[in-house]
């Protein structure tokens, strides 16, 4: 059974910086896993989920244009953990921050729906 498992969120001010980490277990032994891409998104009450960043095996980490520069997405595949840094964090950032797996690659990467795996979010709150 695969599990996603987020955690590093809590509150900051303007400016601060949050370093969340999703640790993936359970993860089905297969040839192409390395291939299938993994992804934060977010989620803020009142508004759709949106993707933050993802990394795909053909063009490797890609940003939403709303944290580019500020967002930094890394994966540790001995530790079977995802990373998100955040640094500049704004008050717009706030939200529910999900990490998602096996969402494919190319432009399927884009799309939550593609995901197969999900975690159970860990919020992020940032004040101005």
């Known amino acids: 059974q695969v599990q996603l498992v987020e955690s590093g969120g809590g509150s900051v001010q303007a400016g601060g910086s949050l370093k969340l980490s999703c640790l993936v277990s359970?993860?089905?032994?297969?040839?192409?896993?390395?291939?299938?891409?993994r992804a934060w998104f977010r989620q803020a009450p009142g508004k759709e989920r949106e993707r933050v960043a993802h990394?795909?095996?053909?063009?490797?980490?890609m940003y939403a244009d709303s944290v580019k520069g500020r967002f930094t997405i890394s994966q540790d595949n001995a530790k079977n953990t995802l990373y998100l840094q955040m640094n500049l964090l704004k008050p717009e950032d706030t939200a529910m921050y999900y990490c998602?797996?096996?969402?494919?690659?190319?432009?399927?990467?884009?799309?939550?729906?593609?995901?197969?795996?999900w975690g159970q979010g860990t919020q992020v709150t940032v004040s101005s």
């Open positions: 359970g993860y089905p032994k297969r040839t192409d896993d390395y291939i299938s891409c």
């Open positions: 998602a797996a096996d969402g494919g690659r190319g432009g399927y990467c884009y799309y939550s729906k593609n995901y197969d795996y």
């Open positions: 990394i795909d095996y053909d063009t490797g980490a």
